[in-house]
C-alpha cells in the first residue's frame, strides 16, 4: 500500500511503540460512499463516528438520573467533499490507527481530493476537517467543491442558537434537561 508522504514525516514517533507503519494503516476502496465503513474517532473528551451527525463532548450531559446520556452536539464534519460537474471513479478511506487520522480518498480524472479528519490527542478539544485538491499537470486549474448535504444545527438534547460573526458561525445553547446536580462531582 502507498503510505502518504505526510504522515510517513510521523511514522518514527508512532513506530516506537505500535511497530512498522504498515502494521497500523488500514484502506479500504469502494466505488461510493454509501458503502464505506468509517472509524468513530475519539480522544476521551471529543467523540464522533463520521457515519452520523453528532459529536459527543465530555461533560455535556442531558437527562436526568438513569435517562443521563451525552447530548448530542451537531457535526461539523458529517459531510464529503462533492465537485460540480466531474465524476468520482474511485474513493477510498485510510485510517491510521497511530494518529487517529481518518483520510477519505476521492479519485476523479484529472485531480484528486484528500479529506483528513483529526481529533487529537494531545490537544483534548481540537476536532480538525482538512480537505486539500491535487491537480495533476493536464488537469484543470480550479473546481468548484461543495458539502454533499447540509450540516443541521438542529438537536434533539440542546436548545441551540447560531450567531453569524466575522464570517464564522458559533454554536451556542443549553441542555433541554440538566443532570441532576447530586450525581455531579463538587
Not at 14 to 32: N, R
Not at 104 to 120: A, G
Not at 156 to 182: C, K, S
Amino acid at each position: 500500500m502507498d503510505i502518504l508522504l505526510s504522515w510517513l514525516d510521523y511514522g518514527h514517533e508512532f513506530s516506537k511503540l505500535l511497530g512498522s507503519t504498515e502494521d497500523y494503516i488500514i484502506e479500504q476502496c469502494t466505488p461510493s460512499s454509501e458503502d464505506l465503513l468509517l472509524p468513530s474517532l475519539c480522544n476521551g473528551y471529543i467523540a464522533t463516528d463520521l457515519t452520523t451527525p453528532w459529536i459527543f463532548v465530555d461533560g455535556i450531559y442531558c437527562g436526568e438520573g438513569t435517562d443521563s446520556h451525552r447530548a448530542s452536539v451537531p457535526s461539523p464534519v458529517f459531510w464529503n467533499p462533492e465537485v460540480v460537474d466531474h465524476e468520482c471513479t474511485q474513493r477510498s478511506t485510510l485510517f491510521h490507527f497511530g494518529m487517529g487520522i481518518c483520510l477519505n480518498v476521492q479519485k476523479y480524472k484529472d485531480f484528486d481530493i484528500y479529506t483528513s479528519t483529526f481529533i487529537s490527542r494531545a490537544r483534548p478539544n481540537v476536532m480538525v476537517r482538512s480537505i486539500e485538491v491535487i491537480f495533476t499537470d493536464d488537469g484543470p486549474d480550479s473546481v468548484v467543491v461543495k458539502p454533499d448535504r447540509k450540516i443541521d444545527w438542529e438537536t434533539p438534547d440542546i436548545d441551540a442558537t447560531i450567531e453569524e460573526q466575522d464570517g464564522l458561525l458559533h454554536f451556542a445553547g443549553q441542555v433541554y434537561q440538566m443532570e441532576d446536580p447530586n450525581l455531579l462531582p463538587n
